[in-house]
C-alpha cells in the first residue's frame, strides 16, 4: 500500500521533504485507511482527535516555546503572533475549516508545494481550554503595495486554476479546490504575490 506522500508526490510531481508535518500526516492516513479499510478513508475530527492527541503525548509534541513578543491577530480558525527574534510569525490553528486534522494537514503540505515562498513548518501542538492547535510557522511578509485582486486572479489562471466566485478557485486536472484568496491572504511585496493564508481541499 502506497503512503499518503506519496500518492501526492505523485499527483505534483514532486519530491516532498520529510518534516514533523509529513509525520503527522502519514500516521493520521495510515490509521483512517487501518479504521476505514478504504483507500479514500474518512474519520470524524473528534475521533481522529484522540489518535493525533495520543500520537502527541507519545511523541512529545507539545510546543513550549511560547515567547512571542507581538500578536498581530486572529480570526475563526486561527490566532497569529509574530516571533520577531526569526521573523517569522506563529500561528494557533485548530483546522475549524477542515472536516478532520488530516484533511488540514493535507492542506498545508498542498499549500508548500504550490507557495514554496511561504511554506508552513509544523512546530508542534498546544492545548486551549480542552482544544488542540497546530503550532505554525510562517515567514513575516510586509507589503509594500495594496493587493489588487485582478492580479490575484491572472496569476491563478496561469498556473491552470479557473475562477469559481468571489476569490475561490479550481484546478481540474490536479483536483484542488482553493479559497479564500482575498487581499489579506495574499500579500504583494516588490511586484511579488506572496500566499500568507489559503485554505485548500483536495478533491
Do not use: P
Given at each position: 500500500m502506497k503512503s499518503a506522500l506519496s500518492l501526492l508526490e505523485k499527483?505534483?510531481?514532486?519530491?516532498i521533504i520529510p518534516s514533523l508535518l509529513t509525520d503527522v500526516y502519514n500516521f493520521l492516513r495510515s490509521n483512517a485507511i487501518v479504521s476505514a479499510n478504504s483507500e479514500k478513508p474518512f474519520i470524524d475530527k473528534s475521533t481522529e482527535a484522540k489518535l493525533?492527541?495520543?500520537?502527541?503525548?507519545e511523541k512529545n509534541l507539545f510546543y513550549n516555546n511560547l515567547d512571542f513578543s507581538v500578536y498581530l491577530d486572529e480570526g475563526a480558525e486561527q490566532k497569529v503572533f509574530h516571533d520577531e527574534a526569526s521573523g517569522r510569525v506563529i500561528k494557533?490553528?485548530?483546522?475549524?475549516?477542515?472536516?478532520?486534522?488530516?484533511?488540514?494537514?493535507?492542506?498545508?503540505?498542498?499549500?508548500?508545494?504550490?507557495?514554496?515562498?511561504?511554506?508552513?513548518?509544523?512546530?508542534?501542538?498546544?492545548?486551549?481550554?480542552?482544544?488542540?492547535?497546530?503550532?505554525?510557522?510562517?515567514?513575516f511578509i510586509t507589503p509594500t503595495?495594496?493587493?489588487?485582486?485582478?492580479?490575484?486572479?491572472?496569476?491563478?489562471?496561469?498556473?491552470?486554476f479557473t475562477l469559481k466566485k468571489n476569490?475561490?478557485?479550481?484546478?481540474?486536472h490536479l483536483g484542488l479546490i482553493l479559497e479564500d484568496?482575498?487581499?489579506?491572504?495574499?500579500?504583494?511585496?516588490?511586484?511579488t504575490l506572496f500566499f500568507i493564508d489559503t485554505v485548500i481541499y483536495v478533491i
Open positions: 499527483r505534483f510531481d514532486t519530491k493525533l492527541e495520543e500520537y502527541i503525548e494557533f490553528n485548530d483546522g475549524i475549516f477542515y472536516v478532520n486534522w488530516t484533511q488540514y494537514f493535507e492542506s498545508l503540505i498542498v499549500h508548500n508545494v504550490l507557495f514554496k515562498e511561504t511554506s508552513y513548518d509544523l512546530l508542534g501542538f498546544i492545548r486551549i481550554n480542552h482544544s488542540i492547535f497546530a503550532v505554525v510557522s510562517q515567514i503595495e495594496k493587493t489588487n485582486i485582478e492580479l490575484v486572479r491572472h496569476f491563478m489562471k496561469q498556473k491552470g476569490n475561490d478557485y479550481v484546478h481540474t484568496l482575498h487581499e489579506e491572504n495574499v500579500l504583494i511585496c516588490d511586484g
